[in-house]
Nanobody
């Protein structure tokens, strides 16, 4: 059974940084497509960043491009999301997701339905 556990969320002020981690168990994720999503109150879940199976391409939503960085930590069987220059509009519950289904190794998936397993989420609150 695959489990994903996010950590690193918290309350920060605008301009601060946070690093989220998503630790996986039950499956090695080094060659699996992974994604980070977020959901703000009253809004739909949206893609933040994703990485393809080959780790050759990383997708970023326009709203976070240049501020957030997704990376793999293969030693810890985890993926991280470094978030810099945080803004109040980044406030949301952040989820990591794993795609177990096969597909083109070059694809970085951006839709919720593309993923098979989800973490429980971690709250990020950014005050102005």
């Amino acid at each position: 059974q695959v489990q994903l556990v996010e950590s690193g969320g918290g309350w920060v002020q605008a301009g601060d940084s946070l690093k989220l981690s998503c630790a996986a168990s039950g499956r090695t994720i080094t060659s699996l497509a992974m994604g980070w999503f977020r959901q703000a109150p009253g809004k739909e879940r949206e893609i933040v960043a994703s990485i393809n199976r080959r780790s050759s391409y990383t997708y970023y939503a326009d709203s976070v491009k240049g501020r957030f960085t997704l990376s793999r930590d293969n030693a810890k069987n985890a993926v991280n999301l470094q978030m810099n220059m945080l803004k109040p509009e980044d406030t949301a519950v952040y989820y990591c997701a794993l795609r177990l289904r096969t597909g083109p190794g070059s694809n970085a998936y951006t839709e919720s339905g593309d993923y098979d397993y989800w973490g429980q989420g971690t709250q990020v609150t950014v005050s102005s």
